[in-house]
């Protein structure tokens, strides 16, 4: 394999050098990625997590120049792809550090040290907490910051929404789908946002206003059963709570915490912790540029994100060129490219069109497959667990279709007489000597998940994702039985990453097992732990359960497992 190539996602060979390693794959850095490759200068993009950043979390964006409505995750993923199309690469991996005193910068990752001759930083911005009383024990339990992942939970229900910017206004009426009612606490006298933006929110019949408000506390026993708030023209206190005594969503969007910790002390911050740049978009740090919400601007939005990674990337293209002049290095891109198999498929199989009568997964679909499939090593048994019900049929038909993709996978039907009714249906992995891989999915594996059920099957199979050698020493210690359960909602961007995580530690550690549930399809669960955001993860070993709610890797799960 060529020095040049991407192995399994992951730069090899000692002499590999980028142009460019641009930190974070939303839009300010997938823009700045595509006007690179486009370029000709080789590129790596390294990303966290998910491919898309925060916007992904936005179930429509209706203010993109060009495109009349898509959601987040489809606005983004087209950026990917145009990337992509241009040669520039893609790995997912966490970045520890940088060293950039030198021509040749290191960035060093969890899945090796990557060098290159200058670094972008576009990792953007995490959602803020508003500061009330009782925000973090409620969190899960009514107090939630994704309306696309949680508005569901609050149906007929009365729900309140912190802030008076852009996302608190666009995610209220997003929220008026599912509430009976939305109240929105504006701090100060007004939204900060566009006025379009606000007047929809002023003219939903469903939405109050209130301005001048700040949220105290909220209040309840297992979920959030009250709030209290204060106008803060007047000095007078509000209390709230549903005539049922049902619960209360509470929704916070205050704006963003700019994700800096990789250049504290390196490069030059402004109080708030955004990093400062010159006109051409470059920190103090010779050769470290940065773009999009990780500066300091005045507007963050996709349009202003693309906007600075175009911009950033045009600056950059002549510092690159000095640098090959001045270091006699010159970077080729390879002339072919393995993705990463850890890539989002295109669609998922609830919205696929058919291309082959009666399968859920179309010829575009089934492509894309073959890159994972190809690659795994040994047979996997898909055994069904089923009621005879609808669902039972609708997961039968997945799973023989998905199996009808490779030879590696089989599908088998089990009696489920002596199962847990309230478990079924469900499909458990099973290794082809019949010992079970530790994986299940109970429900049907749609929307976001079947991407991260597909990775399952190929971390159990084998060679499996890399991963970093701390976590791969975590998982092996593990030496009691760890029961790991994960509640998702199919709609749920930020469910996967947990998803992936516990079927990893399933499939390298026979003592663990990961079960996966669609929540809409077990109540029971749900209201066991009183779940009112997802994910929702389960952690047994044996001593109790412990519950914990939001997106995770795999090395925040290893420290719940301890």
Request: net charge negative; proline share 5%; aromatic share 6%.
């Amino acid at each position: 394999m060529s020095e040049n190539t991407v192995e399994n996602g992951a730069p090899s060979g000692a002499q590999n050098v980028y142009d460019a390693v641009v930190i974070g794959g939303g839009p300010a850095g997938l823009t700045a990625a595509l006007y690179l490759a486009r370029a000709r200068y080789r590129v790596l993009v390294v990303e966290r997590e998910h491919f898309g950043g925060q916007i992904t979390i936005t179930s429509e964006v209706v203010n993109y120049p060009g495109v009349l409505t898509a959601s987040g995750e489809q606005l983004t993923d087209t950026m990917r792809r145009q990337a992509e199309a241009f040669g520039a690469e893609m790995l997912l991996a966490t970045v520890e550090s940088l060293d950039l005193a030198a021509d040749v910068k290191v960035v060093h990752t969890s899945r090796g040290d990557i060098r290159c001759l200058g670094v972008l930083l576009a990792t953007g911005a995490s959602p803020r907490s508003a500061g009330f009383t009782g925000e973090k024990e409620f969190r899960g339990h009514g107090v939630a910051y994704c309306a696309t992942c949680d508005g569901e939970f609050f149906t007929g229900r009365e729900v309140f929404v912190v802030g008076g910017g852009f996302a608190a206004a666009e995610e209220a009426v997003f929220l008026t789908t599912y509430a009976s009612h939305v109240t929105i606490l504006v701090y100060t006298d007004d939204f900060t946002c566009a006025k379009a933006t606000a007047d929809a929110a002023y003219a939903n019949d469903k939405i109050t206003v209130q301005t001048n408000a700040q949220l105290l506390a909220v209040e309840g026993d297992s979920v959030v059963r009250g709030v209290r708030w204060l106008d803060r023209a007047t000095g007078e206190e509000h209390e709230f709570s549903s005539p049922d005594g049902g619960p209360v969503g509470v929704f916070v969007f205050v704006g963003y915490a700019p994700a800096t910790s990789l250049v504290k002390g390196v490069a030059e911050l402004d109080p708030q912790g955004y990093v400062i740049t010159d006109d051409r978009q470059m920190t103090s740090v010779e050769g470290l540029f940065a773009a999009g919400d990780v500066c300091q601007k005045r507007l963050r939005q996709v349009a202003t994100a693309v906007g600075e990674g175009a911009a950033t990337a045009t600056e950059m293209e002549r510092y690159l060129k000095a640098a090959r002049e001045r270091t006699g290095i010159v970077p080729q891109q390879p002339a072919s490219r393995t993705r990463d198999v850890a890539e989002k498929p295109a669609t998922t199989p609830a919205a696929a069109s058919t291309g082959t009568p009666g399968s859920p997964i179309d010829d575009a679909m089934a492509a894309q497959l073959q890159a994972v499939f190809s690659r795994m090593q040994s047979p996997l048994v898909l055994r069904l667990h089923l009621d005879g019900g609808d669902v039972s049929a609708e997961l039968r038909s997945y799973m023989e279709a998905l199996a009808a993709q490779t030879d590696l996978l089989s599908v088998d039907e089990t009696d489920a007489s002596a199962d847990d009714p309230a478990e079924l249906p469900f499909v458990e992995v099973v290794r082809a000597d019949g010992t079970p891989s530790g994986l299940a999915f109970h429900g049907v594996p749609g929307g976001h998940e079947f991407t991260s059920f597909v990775l399952g099957l190929y971390n159990a199979s084998g060679p499996g994702q890399p991963i970093a050698d701390a976590d791969r020493q975590g998982i092996a210690g593990i030496a009691r039985p760890v029961s790991l359960r994960v509640l998702v909602g199919l709609s749920c961007t930020m469910c996967p990453d947990v998803v992936v995580a516990c079927q990893r530690m399933a499939a390298d550690n026979p003592l663990v097992t990961a079960d996966v549930y669609d929540v809409n399809r077990f109540p029971t669960l749900r209201e066991r732990y009183d779940v009112m955001s997802v994910p929702c993860l389960v952690v047994d070993d044996g001593t109790g359960e412990s519950v914990s709610f939001g997106k995770k890797g795999l090395s925040e799960i290893l420290a719940l497992v301890g």
